[in-house]
Structures are given as C-alpha cells and as structure tokens.
C-alpha cells in the first residue's frame, strides 16, 4: 500500500501487487482514485510496471467510502502472513463471504451469494485467511462489472481440486474484462496454491473461474474443531 502525489488530483491511495501480465512476472499499479475512467499508462520505463485505475465503485458513494478500503484490506490480509493455524474447511470459506456480503456490502445495495456443493463442503483450505481475504477483492472487482451489483459465487469440486466460480450480469459502461483483466490476481492467487482457468463471457453474463493447484480426493474429507474455525471466520471479518 502506497500514496501517490498527482498533478491536480492530490493525494491518492494505490495498491502495488505482484502479477503477470503476457506471462511474465511484473507488479502492477492499481490507482484507487474515486473518479478514473480508463487504464491509466505505465507510470514508469521499467516494462514490467503497469498501472490500472479502478473504476468509480458502483457510480455511488461507494466508490471513496466503501471499494477502496476494502480492496486495501483484501490485499493486505491476502499478502500478509498467514493466521497459525489448521486448515479449516471450504464451507467456512462460503460462510465468510455471505458474512462479508451481510456486513459490509447490503448498505450499500451490493450483494454476493456464495454456495458450496456437498462434495467440496468438508474439503480442507489451507491459508484460509489469506485465500478468503483475497478471493473477497476479487468479488469486488466482479461487482464493479455487475449489471445487478449481484454476485453468484459457487464453491465445488473438478478433477479433484476445490474450484470457485464466480458468475454476473455484465454492463456495457464499466471496464470490461479483457480491460481490466482478473489475471491481476494471477500471482497472488499463485502464492496461496490456486489458479485462475477461465475468464469468459457468455450471453450477457460473465465467468471466472478459480482451482486449487493440488487434488484433494474424497480421503481429504475430515471432521474439524467447529469452534476454532467459526473463531478464524470472526477474525478474518473483524479485520474490516
């Protein structure tokens, strides 16, 4: 997290993460400025830097009060060292970003619906506090694009490995995917053992899709300390 001095835009708020961009490793920029409308240019000669404007957070008050500080929290909790602690299962995952949702975003007419399938519910999530944190920014920027300001969010199991689809009604008159690409996230996502496999869009709605990096067969399934993980969900909420 970084402050930025521009010329008659004062004192701005950005976010500098590691990524890749046509598959070489790089950092990007992402200005949280509360009135950007395209990709800004590089910010630098160094080919590896890039730098993106976040666009006006739902066009409402939203954008300075609610987008940007908790886009600056999702980095931090999903970069930062990660809570000691056994992994706790996909489904507190679900549960933390309907939480999220409930708390942070339904003031504001913003909402995501997360769901698991009964086969990935007890699978185990290691890194649950970064992985939850981070996959919480990626919804937001989902919602930036939502024609609805909904968010579908699906937690299941392919090929063996946990996999999360995000899904939402596009809109013509925000930055589009192939603009603001998720691959932003690439190398960050890469970190904590995930990959993104599909960015599309199809009949008005977009997809992106999320999948763990190592199988884990129906034997992951296990029982866990119920109150030590609701313990790890409160924390992680409580961060915002």
């Not at 519910?121 to 609805?148: E, N, R, V």
């Not at 993104?196 to 399934?221: D, H, Q, V, Y």
Request: aromatic share 8%.
């Amino acid at each position: 997290m970084l402050s930025l001095n521009l010329p008659q835009k004062g004192r701005v708020d950005a976010l500098l993460i590691p990524s890749v961009m046509e598959d070489t490793p790089c950092f990007v920029l992402i200005l949280l400025s509360d009135k950007p409308t395209k990709p800004s240019k590089k910010v630098s000669d160094q080919p590896a830097t890039r730098a993106f404007c976040a666009p006006n957070a739902f066009d409402t008050e939203a954008g300075e009060d609610l987008f940007a500080p908790l886009l600056r929290r999702c980095f931090i909790l999903g970069l930062g060292a990660p809570v000691t602690a056994p992994a706790v299962s996909i489904e507190h995952a679900c549960s933390f970003l309907n939480r999220f949702s409930e708390n942070l975003l339904k003031e504001k007419g913003l909402s995501m619906r997360a769901k698991c399938t009964t086969d990935c519910t007890k699978l185990p999530l290691p890194s649950f506090t970064q992985f939850s944190a981070l996959l919480a920014g990626i919804c937001l920027f989902c919602l930036l694009g939502s024609a609805d300001q909904k968010l579908n969010v699906l937690f299941y199991v392919e090929h063996e490995c946990a996999a999360v689809r995000l899904t939402y009604p596009t809109k013509e008159d925000v930055l589009c995917a192939e603009e603001f690409p998720l691959c932003l996230f690439a190398k960050s996502l890469q970190t904590l053992g995930w990959s993104i496999i599909e960015e599309s869009s199809c009949n008005g709605k977009a997809f992106f899709t999320l999948r763990a990096n190592t199988a884990m067969p129906a034997g992951s399934i296990r029982t866990e300390d119920e109150l030590l993980a609701k313990r790890l969900e409160d924390y992680l909420l409580a961060q915002f």
